[in-house]
């Protein structure tokens, strides 16, 4: 229902414009006022649909009221009809000025008067329900911009939170060399968090090094050169431990097209260039033994045709009388060669027994008290003919009481053999080969073998704790002739017998090898030294 106020100080007045605002509508609440002051007072407190001003007092004008009703905020719109003489045109003027929707001549015609208030209460209402349509609007606007900073909000802490458990340096950088965002990969690899990196500079995060890296290839991407992907750099993190990265930068662009940042991801591939490198050196190792295995089975078929040949051909002959009439003493040279032939394939056959129990690690052994000097005493006679052919001495120093030591007897007197015979064949003619053996001040027993000018041939012995290879350094024809295993053989046997392998390599000679008992080991007169 609208509710019509009429100011007028002159009441026989006021009722007439009373009467005429009543008469608008059907349904109307009208109400006057003498004083612009109680006026105001109620349209602040009821905001009135339509105001009528008549004549006021003279301190307040019909301009004035109607400039005081605009400072109202609930009457801003509100219509407002000023009663005004024909005459008074100035009047007219500044109430236009100050916002007046209408002017009448007073006294009004009742029919104008009616139809332009009508008029008026319908703009009113029409503007009434703009206003609300735009305040409902605004609020549904500012809901809605709400929940859309909520969801962005929700939505940028969800992607930080997914960029952040991502195993890969993420980060972003203007052209000015400073970076926008880190992600906590990043921070923790550079001992930082993702708040001191933003806007600090690329060098002041990675370092000189590293940061003088970054920003040239920043500045490529920006120059527009497009994507840099899959290209591998070292970084350091903050413990100082060098890592691989695979690193790819591209560009963000704007709604113009134009590159306003550059993004980084670089994965951490160190784990994988280690297995590449495991792999390739796998690939290595396995086309290196098939190459040994090729050589292997040529060698043996090759050593082991040559004895077998000589046994076959000698016996053949015997057998079938080829030699012509049996005679005795040539017939005995002949089962000479076939009894060192076959010794000679037995030593080849041992050799592949050896090879074969060191990888299986099936070797056997029986620990019993040995003698070292009759061990000795035995190696050097057994090379003496092949030391007599070669022009070589053999000189054995041997400590006064020398001792025993626990360990396998059998499996040390063939380790013994083969190292002297490798020395005789390696030391040229008019050498000496000199073995000797010792006690260390702390008790540790030492056997070594090798002489003062050439030792045994240095690129003959492998490293301990290797697998036994044949060398083609190796001699060729000894005590025990076999398949270059030999002494590799031994000095790996020779740790798994107890004694610890000591290979000396002076420059310009070959190597002296030595052989040391632990004390717990070593016996001196039926009891344990240790």
Not at 195 to 222: M, S, T
Not at 301 to 313: K, W
Request: proline share 5%; with cysteine; hydrophobic share 40%.
């Amino acid at each position: 229902m609208p509710l019509i106020i009429v100011i007028d100080d002159r009441p026989e007045r006021r009722r007439q414009i009373l009467g005429l605002a009543a008469s608008v509508t059907a349904d109307v609440i009208v109400e006057g006022f003498a004083t612009l002051g109680k006026a105001i007072e109620s349209a602040t407190a009821a905001p009135p649909d339509l105001v009528v001003v008549g004549r006021t007092m003279p301190a307040h004008n019909g301009v004035r009221a109607i400039r005081r009703f605009r400072k109202i905020a609930e009457c801003e719109d509100t219509p407002i009809i000023l009663l005004a003489d024909r005459e008074a045109r100035q009047m007219r003027y500044r109430a236009l000025e100050a916002g007046v929707s209408d002017v009448l001549a007073d006294p009004p015609d009742p029919g104008e008067f009616a139809l332009r208030a009508r008029n008026l209460l319908a703009i009113s209402n029409t503007l009434k329900s703009i206003k609300t349509r735009a305040e409902l609007l605004e609020r549904g606007l500012a809901a809605k911009e709400r929940r859309y900073r909520r969801d962005l909000k929700a939505t940028r802490n969800n992607l930080r939170g997914i960029i952040d458990t991502v195993p890969a340096i993420v980060s972003v950088a203007d052209r000015e060399g400073n970076f926008v965002f880190i992600n906590q990969y990043l921070a923790a690899f550079v001992g930082k968090t993702p708040d001191e990196a933003i806007g600090a500079p690329i060098e002041d995060i990675l370092g000189p090094a590293h940061g003088k890296r970054e920003k040239a290839a920043n500045a490529e991407v920006f120059r527009g050169v497009g994507t840099l992907s899959g290209y591998e750099e070292e970084l350091t993190d903050a413990t100082g431990m060098a890592r691989t990265f695979l690193s790819t930068k591209s560009a963000l662009r704007d709604e113009d097209n134009r590159v306003v940042n550059v993004i980084t991801v670089a994965q951490d591939i160190t784990f994988r260039k280690w297995v590449e490198s495991e792999l390739r050196e796998a690939k290595d190792a396995a086309e290196a033994a098939s190459r040994v295995k090729t050589e292997f089975l040529a060698n043996v078929s090759h050593e082991l045709r040559t004895p077998l040949n000589a046994i076959i051909g000698f016996a053949e002959g015997i057998s079938d009388n080829s030699f012509g009439e049996p005679d005795l003493d040539r017939y005995r040279e002949y089962t000479q060669h076939i009894s060192r032939s076959a010794h000679h394939l037995k030593t080849i056959i041992d050799d592949i027994l050896d090879i074969a129990n060191f990888d299986s690690g099936g070797l056997e052994f029986a620990a019993a008290e040995a003698d070292l000097a009759a061990a000795l005493a035995d190696a050097a006679a057994s090379v003496e003919s092949s030391a007599v052919a070669g022009g070589v001495t053999v000189q054995v120093d041997i400590a006064s009481d020398p001792p025993a030591v626990r360990t396998d007897p059998d499996r040390l007197r063939q380790i013994l053999a083969i190292l002297l015979s490798y020395a005789v064949k390696s030391t040229p003619a008019g050498g000496q080969v000199r073995v000797e053996l010792s006690l260390d001040e702390g008790g540790t027993a030492r056997v070594s073998v090798g002489n003062g000018r050439a030792g045994i041939a240095a690129n003959g012995l492998p490293r301990t704790r290797r697998r036994p290879r044949p060398s083609k350094d190796e001699p060729a024809a000894g005590p025990r002739e076999g398949l270059g295993f030999g002494l590799p053989v031994s000095i790996s046997l020779a740790e798994l017998i107890g004694a610890r392998v000591e290979i000396d390599r002076p420059e310009g000679s070959g190597a002296r090898v030595s052989l040391l008992f632990p004390v717990a080991d070593v016996v001196q007169r039926g009891r344990l030294a240790g």
